[in-house]
Nanobody
Framework: QVQLAESGGGLVQAGGSLRLSCAAS????????MAWFRQAPGKVREFVAG????????YYADSVKGRFTISRDNVKNTVYLQMNSLKPEDTAVYYC???????????????WGQGTQVTVSS
């Protein structure tokens, strides 16, 4: 079992920045491939950024490349998503997820946080 808890969401103007955090507890954090997904109203949940299980490789959706950065602290059991140059289309609920191996498909992830709302105003 892995428990995940996101924080750091909020309201920001276009062009601004936010940093999301995902605190993990339970089974050894470093054994999991971690990722961030998001879901906007009326849309399907989509992959945003993720780590390979080893933590050495990172993956990004084309829509966020160059603006978002995923990082992890294995001592603090926390994954971060630094979001810069935010756009109104980044508005969504952001979820942290854990899987046995990296995937960009949400159904491959066994554990999910409750989500944190990010709203970008124009």
């Amino acid at each position: 079992q892995v428990q995940l808890a996101e924080s750091g969401g909020g309201l920001v103007q276009a062009g601004g920045s936010l940093r999301l955090s995902c605190a993990a507890s339970g089974r050894t954090f470093s054994n999991w491939a971690m990722a961030w997904f998001r879901q906007a109203p009326g849309k399907v949940r989509e992959f945003v950024a993720g780590f390979s299980r080893s933590g050495y490789s990172t993956y990004y959706a084309d829509s966020v490349k160059g603006r978002f950065t995923i990082s992890r602290d294995n001592v603090k059991n926390t994954v971060y998503l630094q979001m810069n140059s935010l756009k109104p289309e980044d508005t969504a609920v952001y979820y942290c997820a854990a899987a046995w191996t990296h995937s960009q498909l949400d159904h491959d992830y066994a554990y999910w946080g409750q989500g944190t709302q990010v709203t970008v105003s124009s």
